[in-house]
């Protein structure tokens, strides 16, 4: 794995992702620190970034505490469970680029709520 960054979410604990060193995990680095606002969807929290990074390997189904980037909609994606799409996998409503790993506990993003203010920078 590559780099670690800081996710601050307003009414929840701060959450540490190490992103790997693929192309689309550097174009993120490179546009931080950047604010957001954050949306849920099931045991997702994923907000869009002022960022035109490139597609990797996309994939249909992540696990627990994946964090990924959703090119369409141009957003960083954290897993800490199932999606209203999931089956007996967590799937994402479309293809996305598994980017890196929440370290640490993915469940402290259960606090996170629809418009809550995002921030994130290196560390």
Do not use: M, N
């Given at each position: 794995m590559g780099r670690r960054i800081a996710v601050e979410i307003t009414g929840?604990?701060?959450?540490?992702v190490e992103l790997d060193d693929g192309r689309t995990a550097k174009a993120i680095v490179e546009?931080?620190?950047v604010?957001?606002?954050?949306?849920?969807?099931?045991?997702e929290v994923y907000f869009s970034l002022p960022v035109d990074a490139p597609a990797g390997h996309e994939v249909d189904a992540v696990n627990v505490g994946d964090v990924a980037w959703w090119g369409?909609?141009?957003?960083?994606c954290l897993f800490f469970?199932?999606?209203p799409v999931s089956?007996?996998?967590?799937?994402?409503?479309?293809?996305?680029?598994?980017v890196g790993r929440?370290?640490?506990?993915?469940?402290?993003?259960?606090?996170?709520?629809?418009?809550a203010e995002?921030?994130?920078?290196?560390?």
């Open positions: 929840c604990p701060q959450v540490e546009a931080l620190p604010e957001a606002e954050a949306a849920r969807w099931g045991d369409p909609g141009k957003a960083f469970g199932p999606t089956d007996h996998r967590i799937r994402p409503a479309s293809p996305v680029t598994v929440v370290v640490g506990d993915p469940r402290a993003l259960e606090a996170a709520r629809d418009g995002v921030r994130l920078y290196p560390l």
